[in-house]
């Protein structure tokens, strides 16, 4: 159902875009982006309000003071307090009760999915809460130990460690360098005072954008936008922007972690282009060809699992607003140890990189390195179409749900655009062996990447560091993943020469 | 071809095969996917005794998609990776081995055709089972440093005999039968679960009833043929009264070295199962207490007046069998594990003595009644709502009667489940089990 272009004017938004049916309309009178999507079949109406405030907003201090500030505005508004049965909890808890807010470097955002009927609930609450939060000392001082214990559970945790520190070395200077969560000092010491002013630069109408799926009428939703929205101004100042830039990396960068665990853990990472950058959808062709341990067909499968030399392995890449990462990460077999693994997920990149190089009549760096890994795999442009065909499954199925496809689409509208989620597929299939060549050889280089060991904490040990020469061949040090042979093997053999 | 009715009772299409198997379609036009539940259920005493037979079941159920003797593995990952199904698995128990997905409709033939290969030609071939027995030790490896894992561990050993479905084993003895598992084992699980008592399908989504009968006739109709009847959870029962009646109340510490989180579980068995009449008021009951961090009486007073923890919940869950665990869940810092132990069990006196109010249990009906509605919003959770029904033995009708029966619960019947069911089992059968940096 379209909605008739006098009603938008008379309503006082304009209507910006429709990308794949669903319609993107601004409030003019403070900036609101309203996208809207209505399934008459659903059950259910989803609305999500997405902040772009999310850690990279913050520096040392106040880390973390987006998501304490995500908890926080659970609490009272002036309009909706607990002790008087108006609360959160006395509003949406006879709704079926799903609702939940998360925070993460770019964005944060808040949802509920409400049976039909039922929207006016959340447009309602939503509003009072994003100008009306009282921020409390008391609230605050309770909360703040529930932060903390949420940081606590993470804080040993192999996975949690491993991408804390991985995100503080790849960026020095740029916020990304702070976990969402916040450093345990900065949310242990963070003063009301300074919530209350992060909550005062960026919870505006001109820095959020909501998002209703499901069952419901556009142009009711439009109203009970203005009706609650419309009441609010945009931000008296501009909302602050980040204006700090990493610099280029000139070297490789590594780390080593201990902790309870029985395993050790292998990452390495290479930093990327933006969100908006062209070299997206390349990447996510490299992540779609590298795969997962679950997939006996991938490479990492070929080149980890069934080699013995993980239990797990994934490769990840994430796109945000300034910058990206791409990882692959690796649980080490009982049998194996991290220079085995660092070596062959080394290799495998190599490997990408040749094949496609020759298939390109591009410059070979090295091809001694070919014959180290137990796969083949040389992409043509039919395979790149099979991949995309997987992909634009995986839209469909994704479709199936208001409450999901809304979060995806804020996760797109915080790093970029919402437009971005069905345009990627559009820009998977434009790919070409060439821009797979170019963005291989631009980011998978020695001195764009960091290379992160986690080991038992049994295995720290703090004597003098003995500088052992690596041979993968005749060290025996190999089959003892201690911190000597961690922190002194030179990992790669000369295969990534820039 | 879906009917005009809104019932799930009368929508959903029941169809058995020759060979005793049953499918339960539920045709939805035009959302082109179709979600799938295939459910084999067994709970011959054969498998029951066999120490191994977790480690049997779950291998089992991660082979499966690993080749058969017709597909190379590689043939089979490929079909599924074309499907959105790369890393698909069966998930193998005791006394049962499922299968679920949610396909793009034109791929149902296709689906069908490899699920029923892998089920009669298994492959088990012996270099793919080494290195999923390389990644399953190091999963389990994995929780000796694991609190919640290890909390809960220790809890089961405590409260249920070895012979219960919820007793768990440690890694170590996980360890040792990954070890010793062979494909003959498995090949012994599978013909046990392909010959066994309840053998349905569900299926939800953008389908023809007939062209599907047609199509499950070829293949899931060539299963063995065997009697279709509903599987009996309870001839464990005897067995388990008594080891609970004499588990009393006791405190379990696990010591795990460099942990900031500590994990505590709290759990008392309650004597019933999903069939029994005071279900619905002891799930209320359950709710209101820890069914959410925020909102319930445990939420509220751990969590949001004390900031004791970020999460604590009750749940009662997979009441398949009598004496299903409620578990309160919590986690804390090391140095408030008493203070959270402590707030814990005033809450809960507070609710053994004086019960639920009547706002209390009215808010968290209209939440569950909605929370129905919520939770069955794709094909995926109402095809799991369906195979859940069936599986715990209940009428397609309870799925309709759900929200009424929840309707009907008034303060006295909730109160009444609370002492009889509760009170007794916090009071007389309470294990806590503590798992972290602790002293």
């Known amino acids: 159902m379209t909605v008739n272009p006098q009603t938008i004017e008379k309503l006082g938004f304009t209507k910006d875009l429709t990308c794949n049916n669903i319609d993107q309309f601004t409030f003019k009178r403070n900036g609101l982006k309203v996208v809207l999507s209505a399934n008459e079949f659903s059950s259910v109406v989803s609305f999500v309000i997405l902040y772009k405030v999310g850690s990279r907003n913050e520096a040392v201090g106040y880390t973390g003071s987006t998501h304490f500030l995500e908890h926080l505005m659970f609490k009272d508004t002036q309009k909706h307090k607990a002790k008087d049965g108006t609360g959160f909890d006395a509003v949406f808890k006879p709704l079926g009760n799903l609702v939940n807010a998360n925070t993460w470097l770019d964005r944060t955002m808040y949802y509920e999915c409400v ?87 960026f919870y505006w109408p001109n820095n959020a954008t909501v998002f209703i799926l499901g069952n419901f009428d556009k142009v009711k939703a439009l109203k009970l936008i203005k009706k609650y929205f419309g009441k609010i101004k945009s931000s008296p100042k501009p909302i602050p922007q980040v204006y700090t830039i990493e610099p280029k990396q000139v070297g490789e960068r590594r780390f080593e972690l201990y902790t309870n665990t029985q395993l050790p853990y292998v990452s390495i990472t290479f930093r990327t282009g933006s969100a908006e950058s062209s070299d997206v959808a390349s990447l996510d062709v490299v992540k779609l060809l590298l795969g997962s341990s679950g997939n006996p067909n991938s490479l990492l499968y070929k080149a980890l699992i069934k080699t013995g030399l993980c239990v797990n392995a994934s490769a990840g890449f994430m796109p945000l607003k300034d910058y990206g990462i791409f990882s692959i990460d690796a649980v080490v077999s009982p049998n194996s140890n991290v220079i085995q693994v660092e070596n062959a997920i080394l290799r495998l990149i190599d490997k990408l990189k040749l094949e496609h190089s020759v298939a390109t009549n591009a410059n070979v760096t090295n091809s001694s390195i070919a014959t180290h890994v137990p796969c083949k795999f040389s992409l043509t442009e039919t395979e790149i179409a099979k991949l995309v065909a997987i992909e634009k499954k995986r839209q469909i199925l994704q479709d199936l749900d208001p409450l999901s496809l809304a979060e995806a689409l804020a996760e797109a509208e915080g790093n970029s655009s919402w437009c971005n989620f069905y345009n990627r597929i559009a820009n998977l299939e434009k790919v070409t062996v060439e821009q797979l060549v170019t963005a291989l050889n631009t980011y998978f280089v020695k001195s764009n990447r960091t290379v992160g060991h986690l080991f038992p904490s049994e295995k720290l040990d703090d004597s003098p560091i003995s500088v052992i020469d690596y041979n993968e061949n005749l060290d025996p040090a190999i089959s003892n993943p201690d911190r000597r042979s961690a922190i002194a093997i030179e990992p790669s053999d000369g295969n990534n020469k820039e | 071809m879906t009917k005009n009715s809104t019932t799930y009772e009368s929508r959903i299409n029941t169809i058995t095969l020759a060979n005793g198997f049953k499918a339960f379609l539920l045709p939805v036009s035009g959302c082109k996917t179709i979600s799938l539940g295939l459910c084999l259920l067994d709970v011959s005493e054969s498998i029951a005794d066999n120490s191994m037979v977790e480690t049997i079941a779950t291998m089992t159920g991660e082979m499966l998609f690993k080749g058969s003797k017709n597909y190379s593995c590689s043939s089979v990952a490929d079909k599924l990776d074309e499907m959105c199904l790369s890393g698909l698995k069966f998930n193998g128990k005791a006394e049962s081995l499922k299968l679920g997905a949610t396909i793009v ?265 909605n929370g129905v509605s919520i939770n069955l919003r794709t094909n995926r959770n109402v095809c799991r709502a369906i195979m859940r029904t069936i599986e715990q033995g209940l009428e397609l009708s309870s799925l309709d009667l759900f929200q009424a029966k929840l309707k009907k619960l008034n303060v006295i019947d909730v109160n009444m489940a609370i002492k009889q069911h509760f009170k007794p089992a916090y009071e007389n059968c309470k294990v806590t089990s503590i798992a972290g940096s602790i002293e």
């Open chain 2, 105 to 369: 409709a034109s791929d149902l033939s296709t689906f069908l055709a490899i699920t029923l290969d892998a089920l009669t030609n298994p492959g088990f071939d012996s270099s793919e089972l080494a290195i999923l027995k390389n990644q399953y030790t190091g999963y389990v490896l994995s929780q000796k440093s694991d609190t919640g894992m290890l909390s809960g561990i220790a809890l089961a050993q405590k409260l249920y005999p070895k012979s219960s479905r919820y007793y768990m084993t440690d890694p170590d003895t996980d360890i040792n039968c990954l070890s010793q598992l062979e494909a003959s084992h498995m090949h012994k699980y599978l013909k046990c679960m392909l010959n066994g008592q309840q053998r349905f399908i569900v299926m939800v989504g953008d389908f023809d009833t007939a062209d599907v009968t047609k199509l499950l006739d070829t293949t899931l109709g060539k299963l063995p043929a065997n009697e279709y009847s509903i599987v009996c959870h309870s001839n464990q029962t005897q067995e388990q009264d008594k080891f609970i009646a004499e588990a009393g109340n006791s405190i379990l510490k696990t010591l795990v070295e460099g942990k900031s989180s500590t994990d505590i579980k709290i759990a008392f068995p309650l004597d019933i199962d999903r069939r029994d009449e005071d279900f619905e008021a002891c799930l209320v009951a359950t709710n209101i207490l820890g069914g959410d961090t925020l909102t319930s009486r445990l939420g509220k007073e751990v969590r949001e007046k004390q900031g004791l923890t970020y999460g604590i919940t009750a749940n009662f869950i997979d009441a398949k069998f009598k004496y299903c665990p409620i578990a309160i869940e919590i986690t804390v810092n090391p140095n408030n594990v008493d203070k959270a132990l402590k707030s814990i069990d005033q809450v809960m006196q507070e609710f053994l003595r004086d019960g639920v109010t009547p706002k209390e249990l009215e808010t968290e009906v209209m939440s569950l009644v």
């Open chain 1, 115 to 201: 049976p039909a009927g039922n929207l006016e609930v959340c447009v309602e609450f939503e509003a009072d809460r994003m100008r009306n939060l009282l921020l409390t000392q008391t609230d605050h001082d309770s909360e703040m130990t529930v932060v903390r214990n949420e940081l606590e559970r993470g804080e040993t945790e192999p996975n949690e460690m491993m991408s804390n520190q991985m995100f503080a070395t790849v960026f020095r200077e740029h916020p990304y360098h702070h976990p969402t969560i916040g450093w345990r000092s900065d949310v242990e010491g963070m003063p009301l005072s300074r919530l209350k002013q992060f909550h005062d630069e």
